[in-house]
C-alpha cells in the first residue's frame, strides 16, 4: 500500500488532501561570475536552490521569477538545462514570469520554462550576441609610455585594446559570435516551436519588444502575474513557496563577494580579507558593465 493510500485513512485533511505546491526561484540580475563589487548568476550559485525546489512535497510546478538583461551564454545554456533535466527527472511542468527585463540570457532562462508569462510593459527578447570594448591604440604614445607584450602562441594577444584591431581578429570574433548565436536560436526554436509566428530573421535579429508584443510573436504565452496566474491554474489553495539565496543579508543588499574588504571584515575573516586594489579596479569595471547592461533596456 502506497504512502498516499495510507495517509487517506487519516481523518487531518492536511494529509488527505494536501495544499499544491509550487516552489518559486527567483532569477535576478547578471548571468556569469560574479566579481568583487558583484554577484552574478551561475550554475553552481543556483544548484542547490534548484535541486531543493525540484524536491519539495506536494510538488505540482516549479516558477522561475526572472529579471535579468542577461550575460554569460554558457552559464545561461548550463542554468537553463540543469532546469530541463530536474523538470524531466521529476515530471513537472515549469512556469516562467519575466519582470522587469527577460533580454538575451535573461530570455534564455525565460525558454527553460514550458510557460512564459509577463506584464505589459515587460522587456523581452534580444535574442543576439553581442561583444564590445575599447580601443586605446595610440593612448601609450602619447603619454611616453612603453608598452613590453612577450607571448607564446602568436594569436596569444588578439583583439589587445592597445593594438590597431586586426581584421583577421575581427574576422575570428564574427565567427565565434554567429556560432554562439546560432546555439542561442536553435535553442529557442527547440523550445518554443510551432508558437513561434514571426519570420526568423525579425526574432533573432537581437530586437527587444514589451510584454504585449511578445505575445503576438509568440516569444511568450501570456500576460499574468505570478500569483494571479498559478491560482488560476492550481486552485486558490495553492502555496507558493521561494527558496532564498542563502548568502548572509549584508552581502545579498551590498552584492560584495566574500573576498572583499566589507564582507572580509564582516565575517570575521580580518584585514587579510580585504580586496587588493587590482581587484576593486576590476569589480568598479564589472559594475559599470552591468550597469550598462541593464540601461540598455531603459533600467
Not at 589587445?160 to 584591431?165: C, N, R
Not at 511578445?214 to 504565452?221: M, T
Not at 579596479?281 to 564589472?286: M, N, R
Request: aromatic share 8%; with cysteine.
Amino acid at each position: 500500500m502506497t504512502v498516499k493510500k495510507l495517509l487517506s485513512f487519516l481523518p487531518i485533511k492536511a494529509f488527505k488532501d494536501p495544499d499544491p505546491v509550487v516552489a518559486v526561484i527567483r532569477l535576478n540580475g547578471v548571468i556569469g561570475a560574479a566579481g568583487p563589487l558583484r554577484g552574478g548568476m551561475t550554475l553552481a550559485g543556483l544548484e542547490k536552490r534548484l535541486d531543493q525546489a525540484f524536491k519539495m512535497k506536494n510538488l505540482e510546478a516549479v516558477a522561475l521569477a526572472i529579471n535579468s538583461p542577461g550575460g554569460s551564454p554558457v552559464q545561461s545554456d548550463l542554468i537553463a538545462k540543469r532546469v530541463r533535466d530536474l523538470a524531466a527527472e521529476k515530471s513537472l511542468p515549469v512556469y516562467g514570469f519575466c519582470e522587469d527585463v527577460a533580454a538575451s540570457g535573461g530570455y534564455w532562462l525565460a525558454c527553460a520554462a514550458d510557460h512564459i508569462y509577463a506584464q505589459e510593459s515587460s522587456i523581452i527578447g534580444s535574442i543576439g550576441v553581442i561583444s564590445s570594448g575599447f580601443g586605446f591604440p595610440a593612448v601609450l604614445d602619447r603619454l611616453g609610455i612603453e608598452r613590453r607584450v612577450r607571448t607564446a602562441g602568436h594569436k596569444k594577444s588578439t583583439l589587445d585594446p592597445f593594438e590597431k584591431e586586426d581584421p583577421e581578429d575581427i574576422a575570428r570574433l564574427e565567427g565565434i559570435l554567429k556560432e554562439l548565436h546560432e546555439t542561442f536560436k536553435s535553442m529557442v526554436m527547440d523550445r518554443r516551436k510551432d508558437r513561434l509566428k514571426e519570420d526568423p530573421d525579425v526574432l533573432f535579429s537581437g530586437e527587444f519588444w514589451t510584454g504585449n508584443k511578445a505575445v503576438e510573436l509568440g516569444l511568450i504565452d501570456g500576460i499574468g502575474e505570478m500569483r494571479a496566474t498559478l491560482k488560476e491554474r492550481f486552485g486558490e489553495k495553492v502555496k507558493l513557496v521561494p527558496l532564498e539565496d542563502a548568502r548572509p543579508w549584508w552581502r545579498k543588499r551590498l552584492g560584495f563577494g566574500a573576498a572583499c574588504g566589507l564582507g572580509g571584515l564582516l565575517s570575521g575573516e580580518g584585514i587579510s580579507a580585504v580586496a587588493e586594489p587590482h581587484e576593486w579596479v576590476q569589480g568598479l569595471a564589472s559594475a559599470a558593465e552591468e550597469r550598462a547592461l541593464w540601461s540598455r533596456f531603459g533600467l
